[in-house]
């Protein structure tokens, strides 16, 4: 059964954000290498910064997912009484499968910080 790790996902996501680092910086060094002459126009500049905004978006909903999907395969005790309804689940529930639950039968999405808590506590995975 393939399972998922919060430490992997971790290590994972921290080079991910390290990669997006090293692009910003090269193409800083290629802005500051090229004053005087035509370097990279400001439009240009401006849209990687977006790109590495959007890179860094998509590599942490990655990482949340990941993180959900561990922590329900560990211990879906808390997801067997969604709804109201006691589910016949496993012990231990494969990558898949987590990821089913988690995502509907769609994609894992949220907006912000709110949307993200909202998403874990629709799940009984929060209580606050």
Same mark, same amino acid.
């Given at each position: 059964?393939?399972?998922? &790790?919060?430490?992997?996902?971790?290590?994972?996501?921290q080079? $991910?954000v390290?990669?997006?680092?090293?692009?910003?910086?090269?193409?800083?060094?290629?802005?500051?290498? #090229?004053?005087?002459?035509?370097?990279?126009r #400001? &439009?240009?500049i401006?849209?990687?910064?977006? $790109?590495? *905004?959007?890179?860094?978006?998509r590599?942490?909903?990655?990482?949340?997912?990941?993180?959900? *999907?561990?922590?329900?395969?560990h211990?879906?005790?808390?997801?067997r009484?969604?709804?109201?309804?006691?589910? $016949?689940?496993?012990?231990? *529930?494969? $990558? &898949?499968?987590?990821?089913?639950l *988690?995502?509907?039968?769609?994609?894992?999405?949220?907006?912000?910080?709110?949307?993200?808590?909202?998403?874990?506590?629709?799940?009984?995975?929060?209580?606050?």
């Open positions: 059964m393939k399972k998922k &790790s919060i430490n992997k996902a971790t290590v994972n996501f080079k $991910q390290a990669e997006t680092d090293d692009f910003l910086s090269s193409i800083r060094a290629h802005d500051k290498a #090229a004053m005087g002459t035509k370097g990279l #400001a &439009s240009d401006h849209r990687c910064y977006e $790109q590495a *905004i959007l890179d860094l978006y590599s942490f909903e990655g990482y949340m997912l990941a993180c959900l *999907i561990a922590c329900l395969n211990d879906p005790s808390e997801f009484t969604k709804g109201g309804r006691e589910w $016949q689940l496993p012990k231990h *529930i494969n $990558q &898949s499968v987590c990821e089913l *988690i995502c509907k039968g769609g994609y894992f999405d949220f907006s912000g910080r709110s949307g993200l808590l909202s998403e874990i506590k629709g799940m009984g995975l929060l209580h606050v």
